[in-house]
């Protein structure tokens, strides 16, 4: 979906009461995001969407005296789920679901590749297990997907199958669209 050089659009202030549901829709969907989102959508402050090319839509903080440039949090493609941007992962790694990829799939899903189950269930790919207590992902979550022996999350995206179905299959995508570190949405400027 941003594999290429982005071209913004029209950039718009969103109504408070837009706003107060943007603000429930994140709670409700990142529940681990309840104690940081006064940090996240400031009450006081104005949020602002920005249009961009395939009927997606960016969501901004504006600059502040500490921020010299607008703050990307989420971006939603037509009706799909808000999905987090990498900066705002970066700033929150803990409160999102998250899976881990083996050393060997890193170039791939930084080229913008569809990420494939053998990444995930390889040795050095990790994915929940029931068995110690985690939660499974069903199909349709947006999850964000960690390196091996990185730091930084390298791409977030939405199931195409639950975990149970990775473990079970071992093949087959399991991401096919997703904003990676590098792609046209983490490269784009907001001046």
């Not at 400031?42 to 504006?62: A, N």
């Not at 929940?128 to 199909?139: I, T």
């Not at 639950?162 to 949405?185: A, C, S």
């Amino acid at each position: 979906m941003f594999k290429k050089d982005i071209t913004p659009g029209a950039k718009s202030k969103v109504k408070s009461s837009v706003q107060r549901a943007i603000r429930s829709k994140v709670l409700e969907t990142y529940p681990l995001l309840t104690p940081h989102i006064d940090e996240i959508l400031p009450k006081k402050s104005q949020l602002e969407v920005l249009k961009l090319p395939d009927r997606v839509t960016l969501y901004l903080l504006p600059p502040t005296s500490t921020t010299p440039h607008p703050t990307p949090l989420f971006y939603q493609h037509m009706d799909d789920p808000l999905t987090p941007h990498l900066r705002l992962v970066h700033s929150f790694p803990h409160c999102f679901p998250r899976l881990r990829i083996d050393r060997g799939a890193i170039r791939f899903v930084l080229s913008g590749a569809t990420l494939m189950a053998p990444g995930l269930t390889s040795t050095g790919g990790r994915i929940p297990d029931p068995a110690k207590g985690e939660e499974e992902l069903e199909e349709g979550r947006v999850v964000v997907i960690e390196a091996e022996g990185k730091e930084n999350a390298c791409l977030v995206g939405r199931l195409r199958m639950g975990t149970g179905e990775i473990r079970e299959k071992g093949k087959g995508v399991v991401i096919d669209e997703g904003h990676f570190l590098g792609d046209g949405l983490w490269r784009l400027v907001f001046d």
